[in-house]
């Protein structure tokens, strides 16, 4: 005979759905936020596209490294782009709309046809864990009854930025023109000048900038598509019964103090990527870790690196959506060159456009960096950061990337791209102080400059107040710490779902 509690054993545990929009950056924290979730025993379907799926299949162990975890599985489905289509730069942009157009009513006839993925292993989903950018998600969790949990793999501060748009407008801060997605040579706008103070953000007077608004707000018109699309998710995220944020109090308590107000619950776990680390060393070797690159990781970096000098490198790495010109990529490398250090960059395949993109460094230039740097088409960035000859950080400030890099305890020179990279940069030099910001420049003297000051001239200042904060962080996902804390109670909080 079998008592209430075996009985209560024997029942399948939470099935939690997980639906990230499909780019590099949304998948690492959200296919480590699945990891977390096998790791507490519960059952997950991770809503992968074709495109992506191929990907990890053909540069990663993931497929495999899950397969050690029954209750794991993905569900794969078209993103609606061509084969052939970028899928960076604006491109990216593109997405958002094809995700909507193409990929979500097939995602929702999939839910209706499989009874929303109950099986004799399985219960039906507990709850939804979808990415903010996915705004058809509140409408489809209120018509089926399903507890939907917001997750938000930027920053709280990001968040809070545009949710204070209708705050922004209303005090004329916004717009100020430009182009979203290019952080250079923007012009102050209808007198409204870049460096003025932004006073309609509450946490964040004082020290924010227009020019370190969220770069969506780079348009002459309000009535942007892309802005619209971004705001509107995030305005709609009070109809979610929690928020997940891959970020902590110690980063950004104050900010995520303010972001209560309007959200019930909010479970701040970050860095994801340390709490994985730390919850496998309880249960598993570090050999347990699950990549998700959607390139090929070339590790004859590491053996370059370990041939280098304590803190003697400059890693470079505009993430996995940036495009540079070809005299950018060349104002970068002179800046490089003149400033005499080590570096290790990351030049993604198709990330150079416009002329001569697919030859970017001239053959002269090529025998310079030999001896002095590594290009490389993609790293095991993780693995770079935690390298001991690593000293900085050239970084377009994804928030992945400067997480890592808070974590390794790594100096940053910042060189924000688009969206939420404007505001971290902003966070990286003036609120934790742990790097410099160059964003609205392109120019090979003052990226020089930027180097020799990291890595030279107040070098020790940099890295005792980097190293400090990587302690912080470090600490906050250790048992006791808020983060650690906050994953137990986001666990209880599904359990509690259960009916
Ligand atoms: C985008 C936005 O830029 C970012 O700000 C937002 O928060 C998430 O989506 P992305 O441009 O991809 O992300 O940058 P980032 O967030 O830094 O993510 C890049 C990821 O790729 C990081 O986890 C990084 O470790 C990884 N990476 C990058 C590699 O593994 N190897 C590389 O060579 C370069």
């Not at 995520?256 to 776990?269: G, H, L």
Request: with cysteine.
């Amino acid at each position: 005979m079998t008592s209430d509690s075996d009985q209560q054993n024997l029942r399948p545990p939470p099935h939690v759905l997980i639906f990230p929009m499909p780019v590099q950056g949304h998948l690492n924290p959200m296919l480590k936020l699945a990891h977390l979730l096998c790791l507490a025993e519960f059952h997950v379907t991770f809503i992968i596209s074709d495109s992506n799926h191929r990907r990890l299949l053909q540069h990663t162990t993931a497929s495999a490294a899950f397969s050690r975890y029954p209750g794991f599985q993905f569900r794969s489905l078209p993103d609606g782009l061509p084969d052939n289509h970028p899928r960076r730069g604006h491109g990216a942009m593109e997405l958002m709309s094809s995700v909507a157009n193409v990929t979500v009513p097939l995602f929702k006839k999939m839910m209706i046809q499989e009874n929303f993925l109950a099986s004799a292993a399985r219960r039906s989903i507990t709850c939804f864990v979808a990415d903010g950018l996915l705004s058809f998600a509140p409408d489809f969790c209120e018509e089926n009854g399903i507890p939907l949990i917001c997750f938000r793999p930027a920053t709280a501060s990001y968040f809070w930025a545009i949710y204070r748009f209708p705050q922004l407008l209303q005090a004329q801060e916004i717009p100020f023109g430009g182009d979203m997605n290019i952080s250079i040579f923007v012009k102050d706008f209808v007198g409204k000048s870049m460096d003025g103070l932004i006073e309609s953000i509450p946490g964040m007077e004082g020290f924010l900038r227009r020019r370190d608004l969220p770069g969506f707000y780079r348009v002459d018109d309000i009535n942007d598509p892309t802005l619209k699309g971004v705001v509107a998710a995030v305005r709609q995220i009070n109809r979610a019964q929690a928020v997940i944020l891959n970020s902590c109090e110690d980063l950004e308590g104050q900010i995520v103090a303010e972001m209560q107000n309007y959200v019930p619950r909010v479970f701040s776990i970050g860095p994801i990527h340390e709490q994985v680390k730390y919850r496998l060393t309880e249960k598993e070797a570090e050999s347990s870790i699950i990549t998700a690159s959607l390139w090929a990781e070339d590790r004859s970096c590491i053996d370059w690196l370990d041939a280098q000098p304590p803190k003697s490198v400059i890693y470079v790495s505009f993430g996995s959506l940036t495009l540079l010109t070809r005299e950018q990529v060349l104002e970068f490398l002179h800046g490089l060159l003149e400033s005499s250090q080590r570096f290790l960059w990351v030049m993604r395949p198709d990330s150079v456009t416009g002329s001569n993109a697919e030859d970017p460094v001239p053959a002269e230039l090529m025998e310079r960096i030999k001896g002095k740097g590594l290009l490389v088409e993609w790293a095991p960035q993780e693995k770079v950061l935690n390298h001991p000859a690593v000293g900085g950080f050239m970084t377009h400030s994804g928030w992945n990337s400067t997480l890592e890099s808070i974590a390794a305890g790594v100096p940053m020179i910042c060189w924000p791209y688009l969206g939420d990279q404007q505001t971290n940069s902003r966070f990286v030099s003036e609120v934790w102080k742990i790097g410099l910001d160059i964003k609205d420049t392109c120019d090979r003297k003052i990226i020089e400059k930027a180097i020799r000051d990291e890595m030279e001239v107040r070098k020790d200042e940099f890295m005792e107040r980097s190293t400090n904060l990587a302690k912080l962080v470090k600490r906050t996902i250790s048992k006791g710490g808020s983060s650690y804390n906050n994953w137990d109670d986001l666990i209880q909080y599904i359990k509690s779902l259960v009916i």
